[in-house]
Each structure stands twice: as structure tokens, then as C-alpha cells.
């Protein structure tokens, strides 16, 4: 079946949907490639970006698609505080994000390790260790060029 034109760059979204036998439809298909141009967005930026293609494409069903998405590891949602889950086609390295307090922009920060989890605590207490999510609190360069003044929240 012939889908839309793919530059080189673009995986083959249909065949990653067939690799996990997930149905190839144009929402699943147009979501990862939205969520592939645009790292770190929320649903409802992902469903602004998705409806160019698809006007009537409702928030609702770009919450299931990108649900099943993840489900299946072809993206990873990202839990911040106080903000939206956020969505990447950057899977499986285990990579980490940085947050600036002033801005809200996310940027990816690679992890040393390469593989959950990179961090024990001194005292696991019995526990198996799944996973560490590290989220870095920082001011980005934009942001501290734009002088100490503008301030960091206080929390
Ligand atoms: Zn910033
Ligand atoms: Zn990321
Ligand atoms: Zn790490």
C-alpha cells in the first residue's frame, strides 16, 4: 500500500506499524510524524500539528493513537511536573531531559549509562530497581542571556 512521500530522513512509519502488528492508519501515521518533527509535545500540539492533514481528527482520538503508540514502544511519553505529558519518537536509550524553570523548554540530555536503570539508591531496601527518571532543573542559554532579573519561580 502507497502512503504519503518520505523524505530519507523519515523512518518508515508504515512498516514500524506492521513490526508491531499495530493496523497502519493515517491518524497512527501522521501522529508519529508529527511527534518525529516536533520532540517534546504535548498532545494538544500534536493535535494542532496532525489536523493540517487531518481536520477532523479530534484531541480525544490523538490521545488514543499516541496511547497505543506508546504502549507499543514506538514513542516515549514524558512525565514533567506541572506540565503536560510530552511525547518523542526517541526511544529505547534511555536518554534524559532538562527542563528550563524560565521558558519550559525540554532538551534531551544524554545518559552515560545508555540503560534503565543508571541510578540505584545507597539503600534499595529489597526493591528491584526498574527505571530513574532524571529531569534536570535548568536555565537555558536563551533564558540566561536574558539576565539574572527575569527571575526563577519559586517552588
Ligand atoms: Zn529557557
Ligand atoms: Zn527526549
Ligand atoms: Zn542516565
Redesign the pocket.
Known amino acids: 500500500m502507497e502512503t504519503t512521500a518520505t523524505t530519507n530522513t523519515e523512518p518508515d512509519w508504515p512498516a514500524q506499524l506492521r513490526a508491531h502488528a499495530l493496523r497502519v492508519t493515517r491518524p497512527r501515521t501522521n501522529v508519529l510524524r508529527v511527534v518525529q518533527e516536533h520532540p517534546h509535545a504535548s498532545a494538544d500540539e500534536v493535535h494542532r500539528q496532525v489536523r493540517a492533514a487531518l481536520p477532523e481528527i479530534s484531541v480525544q482520538s490523538v490521545y488514543v493513537v499516541l496511547a497505543d503508540l506508546d504502549r507499543h514502544g514506538l514513542i516515549r511519553r514524558i512525565d514533567v511536573p506541572a506540565s503536560p505529558a510530552r511525547y518523542e519518537t526517541r526511544t529505547g536509550d ?1 536518554h ?1 531531559h532538562a527542563q528550563c524553570v524560565r521558558c519550559h523548554r525540554i532538551v534531551d540530555v544524554d ?3 545508555g540503560s534503565a536503570p ?2 540505584t539508591p545507597g539503600d534499595a531496601a529489597g526493591m528491584t530497581i526498574l527505571s530513574a527518571d ?1 529531569l534536570f532543573r535548568v536555565v537555558c542559554a536563551d533564558c540566561r542571556e536574558n539576565g539574572p532579573d527575569s527571575g526563577i519561580p519559586h517552588r
Open positions: 534511555n534524559h545518559c552515560v549509562v543508571c541510578l532524571v
